[in-house]
């Protein structure tokens, strides 16, 4: 079954430091995976996506991910944390159960020190 | 701007009464889905609709309903809310491709009294 792990529940990281968050996926086949960010009180934004080809994806908002099969890991990245990016951010991956259904990990919380 | 935008942010409803949640879209997806996220949880899919056709996941309780009257709406109806129902409500919705990202409302909070 395809499943979702985020292994850090809270991170919290300096404004201006980089910024790592961590994505382990089980899936068959080539997966689908998305990385979003929900700020409190609001819905998910997309931050990222891939699909295919090139494993290091550009995403919104300065981010970036790498995707390597070897490892089943899609971790995301953002070289200088700003204050404003504090928030929970959810990995997921395209379920093949159904159109377009998505399997989420449990989420990162970020926490960003001034 | 296309989006999905969701009425009302917030409900507060009593314990038992049934109450409507609200989303429509300008993005003219096909596909249309339902989740509850409780704090400090990641969202969890209630259902989906494909068109009009309706696609309910295996653990949604019969408590929870919805109609798709168009391509637009879709309405969420808990028939008689329980305290274990305050959640984040959130709307989503994607085209009809296989795996193309889905794109999210900014949620309704539910608060049963």
């Known amino acids: 079954a395809q499943s979702v792990t985020q292994p850090d529940i809270h991170i919290t990281v300096s404004e201006g430091a980089s910024l790592e968050l961590r994505c382990n996926y089980s899936y068959g086949a080539t997966p689908y995976l998305f990385w979003y960010v929900q700020s409190p009180g609001q819905g998910l934004q997309l931050l990222l996506k891939?699909?295919?080809?090139?494993?290091l994806v550009q995403g919104i908002k300065g981010f970036e991910a790498e995707f390597k099969r070897s490892q089943s890991s899609f971790n995301l990245r953002k070289p200088s944390v700003h204050w404003s990016d504090a928030a929970e951010y959810f990995c997921a991956v395209g379920s093949s159960g159904g159109y377009n259904k998505l399997i989420f990990g449990a989420g990162t919380r970020l926490a960003v020190h001034p | 701007d296309a989006m999905v935008i969701q009425n009302p942010r917030y409900q507060v409803t009593q314990f038992g009464k049934p109450v409507t949640l609200s989303c429509s879209q300008t993005l003219n997806h096909n596909v249309m889905y339902w989740y509850q996220q409780k704090s400090s949880q990641a969202p969890k899919l209630l259902f989906h609709y494909y068109d009009k056709d309706f696609n309910n996941e295996a653990d949604t309780p019969d408590n929870f309903q919805s109609r798709r009257p168009n391509t637009s709406f879709c309405f969420l109806d808990i028939r008689s809310p329980g305290l274990g129902d305050a959640a984040m409500y959130l709307c989503a919705t994607s085209r009809d491709q296989v795996n193309q990202p889905q794109h999210f409302g900014d949620g309704t909070r539910l608060s049963i009294l």
């Open positions: 891939y699909f295919s080809g090139d494993t």
